[in-house]
């Protein structure tokens, strides 16, 4: 082999080293980035798990407030309905009275 053969070998080689560490270098910053995804779509399962026992027990209490309503609606207390209801008008006005006010 010829020196210039020998010489073009090595910075080959010295090529193939530099892109085989440049590719590990990648592959290790890809590992970790999937790791880190990981971790944060356990983080997000938790919470939508965690939201739909909430959502469920909101829609029990939701549910036994509507019955209790319909009860009411049935034993004839008209009078205490229209009072019921103008209180809740009244609150929901307030409310959006002070939200705009912000």
């Known amino acids: ?28 910053m890809m590992k970790s980035i999937g790791i880190d995804m990981n971790r944060e779509v356990k983080s997000q399962n938790s919470q939508l798990g965690d939201m739909g026992t909430d959502f469920d027990s909101s829609g029990g209490l939701l549910g036994s407030t509507v019955n209790q309503l319909n009860n009411m609606t049935r034993s004839g207390n008209a009078r205490f309905m229209l009072y019921v209801i103008a209180a809740i008008l009244l609150v929901f006005f307030i409310i959006y009275y002070l939200a705009s006010m912000r």
């Not at 082999?1 to 590990?24: G, H, I, P, Q």
């Open 1 to 28: 082999m010829s020196r210039n053969s020998v010489r073009a070998e090595e910075m080959l080689e010295n090529e193939n080293n530099r892109l085989l560490e440049s590719v590990a270098a990648k592959a290790s």
